[in-house]
């Protein structure tokens, strides 16, 4: 069993920054590929940020790339999505989770097989 702890949220005005961290547990955490997804009132769970096992390889949706840069730190069991030049439409609850079977990161909430209890990010206008 993994459970996943997401921390870091808050309001911040629209062009600033945040530093989402998320802590696991278990000893399989350095296998497991990891992603980000967040969710806006009203919306679908939607793909933000993954990560392979290894590090070598990150995926990002289009509406981040360039602001959103995900890491992970195999030796402390954590995942970071650091979060530059946030916009008001960034607004949402953001989840950590982790497929413990592929190894490289999906795009779709659907093959991850863990995830946190989320963290509210708030970008004011």
């Known amino acids: 069993q993994v459970q996943l702890v997401e921390s870091g949220g808050g309001l911040v005005q629209a062009g600033g920054s945040l530093r989402l961290s998320c802590a696991a547990s278990?000893?399989?955490?350095?296998?497991?590929?990891m992603g980000w997804f967040r969710q806006a009132p009203g919306k679908e769970r939607e793909f933000v940020a993954g990560?392979?096992?290894?590090?070598?390889?990150?995926y990002y949706a289009e509406s981040v790339k360039g602001r959103f840069t995900i890491s992970r730190d195999n030796a402390k069991n954590n995942v970071n999505l650091q979060m530059n030049s946030l916009k008001p439409e960034d607004t949402a609850v953001y989840y950590c989770?982790?497929?413990?079977?592929?190894?490289?990161?999906?795009?779709?909430?659907?093959?991850?097989?863990?995830w946190g209890q989320g963290t509210q990010v708030t970008v004011s206008s």
């Open positions: 990560i392979a096992w290894s590090g070598s390889i990150t």
């Open positions: 278990g000893r399989s955490f350095s296998t497991y590929a």
């Open positions: 989770a982790a497929d413990a079977n592929l190894g490289i990161p999906a795009t779709m909430t659907g093959p991850y097989d863990y």
